[in-house]
């Protein structure tokens, strides 16, 4: 059974590689309902270990191919071998990470990995942890911020303190309003920051609204400062924002899920420069660095802080009287319980690659995203929101020809605003590839390419050109 | 390579169901950083596959074996193969869960078993979401109840807004506590309700602890109620805790992590009889059904609540423009943004092993719990906490030959408080098996046996009992 299932997995990773195989069989849910009705529904009855593979290759059939080289979709995309071993090491043994005791190979390559990711921050000390997912990372920025100037909420809850507001850029990803939301901060209390024309936060206007929002009796805690934007994937300026930080004693954490990657390459770290003054940061190596889902990390520049934000001391499970030194028990240090091994497959890749590797793969990626950039400026009827990148996001509008000798700011919004969804919508329906689309703003529907898989080619991105030019030319 | 790796995680597995094999290899932390130091750091070089293959076993090599038939260690304990298998394939397809559109079938299994449970409760409609873990599961259950009573919260914060409390019994398990913490409710707004002999929530004083909370201006929002307390393994009445919150118009929540899965045992689902009053329910099929970790699942009768919580309306990810129905798109309803596939390895089982599968299954960890309590009973030197039992946890005190003529209660607990953490300390140097102790209330350290894996036999619990005989009887 093992070896046939592999021999099925095999052949799905072999197909995604293949650039004929299409990169979806797209139903829509009702459709696909009725096609795999015959082996979606459980009930009383067992099934045998034939219908069991059988299963397994229907589920495989309608999958989104997600590491297809004409998959675009995510800022996640690529499947690394390394990696998928990895999970499969993780799976078979199957263990939780909250104690050393039941995962003592696992805990120290937390401790390898984590600190060489601290290291390559700049800071000398601190703590971090993984997370299911990089909201929940950012949930724990606000979280610390919280523990560092309300600690009195961990007791008494949020009634009767002052209240703590943050600050964010427009163009930040809403894992930063949630964690108000859930944290008792509230959404209110996330005050946005203006973006100049390329999406960055405006450093006046965030001196203007936290010195205003202190008049008004307001405590500003937290500053989130964006390391490669989900949409445009731009970097605020981070050492001008530690300076307003400094100067008000407020917390700085950065949110570098997709675009915290580059501190592994000496040509784009530069981008990061000033991040060892963060207090905290969000980093995903499930995104730019490639690694299979979900693979997130938060960390901190403060050693104690998690642990006083998190500890409960549950008798049953971080007993102090244990036969090992049980600072290596982290689970005290989470907002969970039991956790998932998200650190073998980070180590292995990590092992097998070198920092070199990551390197290179992360040049590759800003490399085939300059080519596509200059490819969609010298082409008709693609107009680039911005024309220089800072990550791997190349975003777009499409113009039918009908247009072409407007620009897309002399086209009726809404009617712009229906062209993206229309090509996408054909995209899936032929299965051929498959592009992220979304408003940002006042500015209608846009493509966005994201490139983070390591296979993708400059042929690829011709391809994938042509298409939306061919399917959109007569909209 | 992907061949070789598969060969290398067989034998583990077939080392693991081997009873002459050791469950672990315990050195101290600082020990087996020395023994790993050759394949544990990660620097700037890559390494060949060789190397990676070498480290894969060398990680294996001094991986806690929790599928071992001797490790009675943890509430999720055993290695079902199709469930492995399940994770292989979820590797493979490295999608996220938060569209439908890059997880189209994924998204109609969750559906299906999200149905499928709720059936098994008793809800005819309802709404849910798969968690990274029970203390997740709970946390949404205490956000839920916050969202009906504090709507305001969302946008306000929880400043300015009544006290809310909930209600929660000594034992029960701390991520309640931990999610009033996070959500702005503060610990000393838990109230800890007593409990009875055997561990279960006290009514009466539940009611007090209500009406006086009243008293004092606080808002009652939620009851927790546990379904197979993490330690004892008992269920608390939740009939009369039902009759209780609908008097109060209080939100009830049923933290049914280890225990929730007997509501598919027609034996032991009378133990939640009147689960169907619930409001919320915490199940993580990754315990007392076998599932490999993380499989956790919070449930609610309320079919909007999720949404309203956590919604977000990101532009980016879920357009409302998109060419399928969008309320297939899950991702807004949960506090994380990109989620992992948790769903398609217990989909995979359920096929498998049918309702009638997992009867059996929890069934006879019931009988092998029985077998246990009743060899523990009649055996010297063993004094069993609970002598009845409503889990698959057996909790017993040990005393060496010192102490045979006396009572547990007639030992200075001081004394008694060490002698489980010496037995264990010695199980983990020769490696024969793991079994976890801890104290609880005033009572001293005791063992705790927990039994979730399928291939235990009572050849094991033999071997157990008479191990911990062995090492204990002269200390």
Not at 151 to 165: H, S
Not at 285 to 305: D, E, F, R, Y
Request: hydrophobic content about 40%; charged content about 25%; aromatic content about 8%.
């Amino acid at each position: 059974f093992l070896i046939e299932m592999t021999h099925i997995l095999t052949d799905y990773i072999l197909k995604e590689n293949d650039r004929a195989s299409k990169v979806l069989d797209f139903h829509h849910p009702h459709q696909l309902r009725e096609m795999m009705d015959h082996c979606l529904d459980i009930d009383e009855n067992p099934r045998d270990l034939e219908q069991i593979l059988s299963d397994c290759k229907e589920t495989l059939k309608y999958c989104v191919k997600t590491g297809h080289p004409r998959f675009f979709n995510q800022l996640s995309t690529g499947l690394d071998i390394i990696g998928v071993t990895g999970e499969w090491l993780t799976a078979v043994s199957n263990t939780n990470m909250f104690t050393y005791e039941v995962a003592p190979v696992f805990t120290l390559m937390e401790e390898v990995i984590l600190r060489r990711m601290r290291d390559l921050i700049g800071w000398q000390d601190g703590d971090g942890i993984m997370a299911p997912g990089g909201a929940i990372s950012n949930f724990y920025g606000v979280l610390l911020a919280r523990q560092k100037y309300l600690p009195q909420a961990r007791l008494n809850g949020m009634f009767g303190c002052g209240e703590p507001v943050i600050f964010t850029s427009k163009q930040s990803h809403y894992s930063i309003k949630r964690a108000a939301i859930l944290l008792g901060i509230g959404a209110n209390n996330v005050i946005y920051v203006d973006c100049d024309h390329r999406g960055k936060m405006m450093v006046k206007d965030l001196e203007e609204k936290i010195a205003s929002s202190k008049r008004n009796g307001k405590l500003p805690i937290l500053v989130n400062c964006m390391a490669g934007t989900t949409v445009l994937g731009v970097y605020d300026p981070l050492e001008e924002i530690a300076d307003v930080c400094k100067r008000n004693s407020i917390w700085l954490h950065v949110d570098g899920a997709w675009g915290g990657s580059v501190l592994l390459s000496r040509d784009h770290r530069h981008l990061l420069n000033g991040v060892e003054r963060a207090d905290s940061m969000t980093w995903n190596p499930h995104k730019m660095m490639g690694v299979p889902l979900q693979c997130s990390v938060i960390l901190t520049k403060h050693k104690k802080l998690l642990a006083e934000a998190n500890q409960s001391n549950a008798d049953y499970l971080f007993q102090k009287d244990k036969n090992y030194d049980v600072t290596y028990d982290t689970g005290d240090k989470t907002i969970q319980c039991g956790r998932h091994n998200d650190i073998f497959k980070l180590w292995l890749m990590w092992r097998a690659k070198g920092d070199q590797g990551f390197e290179e793969q992360i040049s590759k990626n800003f490399e085939l995203a300059q080519y596509t950039l200059e490819k969609v400026q010298n082409r008709d009827g693609f107009h680039v929101i911005l024309d220089k990148l800072e990550a791997p996001n190349v975003c777009f509008w499409y113009l039918p020809l009908k247009w072409r000798q407007q620009s897309p700011s002399d086209i009726n919004a809404k009617e712009l605003n229906k062209i993206a969804p229309q090509i996408k919508a054909q995209m899936m329906e032929s299965g051929t590839m498959l592009v992220q689309y979304q408003p940002l703003g006042d500015l209608p529907n846009f493509f966005r390419v994201a490139i983070s898989n390591p296979v993708i080619t400059t042929r690829d991105i011709d391809f994938m050109i042509d298409e939306i030019d061919c399917i959109g030319r007569d909209l």
